[in-house]
């Protein structure tokens, strides 16, 4: 079983900046794919980011040209930095990670963290 773990969400003013990590833990043999999806209260969990493990990434519309996702040395850490924040970025953010051996799968992927809560106030 694999433990996501994510950190650095908080209040924030608009224009501002935050950075998530998210740090995984327990059975990562099989780790690959990682990424942020977000929650505003009342919607749908969106997808923010995604990034493969082999080099290649995805932004949402919503994140593209503010937000960069990115991966440490060991391919366990996921980061999500956080510019020109906005009032509508407020929501929580999850980690999502494919941990599934041998199957070729797509997001969102079956390992989810608690999430972590950002707010942008204007």
């Known amino acids: 079983q694999v433990q996501l773990v994510e950190s650095g969400g908080g209040l924030v003013q608009a224009g501002g900046s935050l950075r998530l990590s998210c740090a995984a833990s327990g059975d990562i043999t099989c780790l690959s794919a990682m990424g942020w999806y977000r929650q505003a209260p009342g919607k749908e969990r969106e997808l923010v980011a995604l990034d493969t493990s082999s080099g290649s990434t995805y932004y949402a519309d919503i994140a593209k040209g503010r937000f960069t996702i990115s991966r440490d040395n060991a391919k366990t850490t996921v980061y999500l930095q956080m510019t020109s924040l906005k009032p509508e970025d407020t929501a929580v953010y999850y980690c999502?990670?494919?941990?599934?051996?041998?199957?070729?799968?797509?997001?969102?992927?079956?390992?989810w963290g608690q999430g972590t809560q950002v707010t942008v106030s204007s």
């Open positions: 999502n990670a494919d941990t599934i051996c041998g199957v070729v799968t797509t997001p969102p992927f079956g390992s």
